[in-house]
């Protein structure tokens, strides 16, 4: 018995359980896909789901697509429209995380040449409460570095890629820490596991700038803009030491899932007071009422969907 959700799949909405794959899919075998996580948020006042943002999560999709030699027969406008439609025929009244994912469907296992193999796109949403554990975090270095654009672009969201996140998010936990934070070769800070870094020094916000083996996060440009915009903190993009991030006035970390959460600890070294700070909280609270369609000047971020709008059946 199915629990009633579907999914997009092979061109149509099917229930989830029927959404399968062939074991022989090149992309379980080689990571052949990129993916996006997309966040519905629910607005239990107006009775609508607010999708963040998501033309700018389907154009990364598609750029990471077409890298990977895939054509798919959607543009981020359909992908968007079908997104809407997928929280609509789930009836989702709670946030959720949509993911859209575009593999080379080919069943091919030894063919290493992009060009040959066939490819498609699914996307699911499943209900996602808090992606980290806590409302401020325990981090910790990665002793893994994070990959680098001359092994394989870390700009876009290719699934094999991954695996180096998850190495150091396992080590993390396994270590008793919420998130890694990892360094690049030259030994700066670069991002955590799934999220982009920030520090705040003298009222000022700086982070690590696209050029360093960053994935060019969408809740980062969003905080950016709020921070110029709404908040009037200056912005520096340049490299960060480690040892910057110990003694810096706050950290914190941005992403889709990960909203803006503070950094109290890095390696056992306390950041500020340790609680979350006073820049960070305000970021966190502008940021989680735009998610939600809250705020007026910035709805042109958001694509609504309402669960009502087709008949619950
Ligand atoms: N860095 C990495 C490695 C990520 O996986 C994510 C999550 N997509 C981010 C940063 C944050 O990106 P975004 O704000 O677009 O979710």
Known sequence: MGNGQVAFFQGKFVPIEDAKVPITTHAIHYGTAVF????GNWNAEQGKSFIFRPFEHYRRLLQGSSFLRMSLPYSAEDLVSLSIELLER???KEDVYIRPLAYKSAPKVANLKLHELEDDIAIMAVPLGNYLANDT???MTASWRRIEETMIPARLKISGVYVNSILAKTDA????????IFLDSSGHAVEGS???LFMVKHGRLITPPESDSILEGITRDSVMELARNELHLEIEERPIGRAELYLADEV??????AHVTGVAELDHHQIGNGETGPITAAMRDLYKSIIQGKVSKYLHWCAAAIPERLAIN
Request: charged share 20%; net charge negative.
């Open 36 to 39: 996006e996580g997309i966040r």
């Open 90 to 92: 789930n009836h989702f």
């Open 137 to 139: 975090l325990k981090c």
């Open 173 to 180: 936990a396994l270590s008793g820490c919420d998130e890694a």
């Open 194 to 196: 799934g999220e982009n």
């Open 252 to 257: 914190f970390l941005t992403g889709t899932a």
